[in-house]
């Protein structure tokens, strides 16, 4: 079992900039794609980005695609997603998930493991 823990999240204005980070505990997330996804109320989850196992391939959903950057320190167990240049309907909780193949499928279905999730409020 994976146990994942965001943190990170917080309040900030318009066109500012947060670092989530997602924690790995129980097992090592070396052998695991990591991706992020976020939730705004009244909508479904979505997907925002995902890296690789080995970090060598990363996939952003078309919105987030120049402002956010997912990376990973396997040595720290942890997967980070920086975010810059925020916008209001960003505002969402933010979910770090885990799986062990597929990183190509961004359907949220597709992965096995999530942490519980960081709220970003984003302020105009």
């Known amino acids: 079992q994976v146990q994942l823990a965001e943190s990170g999240g917080g309040l900030v204005q318009a066109g500012g900039s947060l670092r989530l980070s997602c924690a790995a505990s129980g097992r090592t997330i070396i052998f695991y794609h990591v991706g992020w996804f976020r939730q705004a109320p009244g909508k479904e989850r979505e997907f925002v980005a995902a890296?690789?196992?080995?970090?060598?391939?990363?996939n952003y959903a078309d919105s987030v695609k120049g402002r956010f950057t997912i990376s990973r320190d396997n040595g720290k167990n942890t997967v980070y997603l920086q975010m810059n240049s925020l916008k209001p309907e960003e505002t969402a909780i933010y979910f770090c998930?885990?799986?062990?193949?597929?990183?190509?499928?961004?359907?949220?279905?597709?992965?096995?493991?999530w942490g519980q999730g960081t709220q970003v409020t984003v302020s105009s």
């Open positions: 998930a885990a799986k062990r193949s597929g990183l190509e499928d961004i359907g949220d279905s597709s992965y096995n493991y």
């Open positions: 890296i690789s196992w080995n970090a060598r391939t990363t």
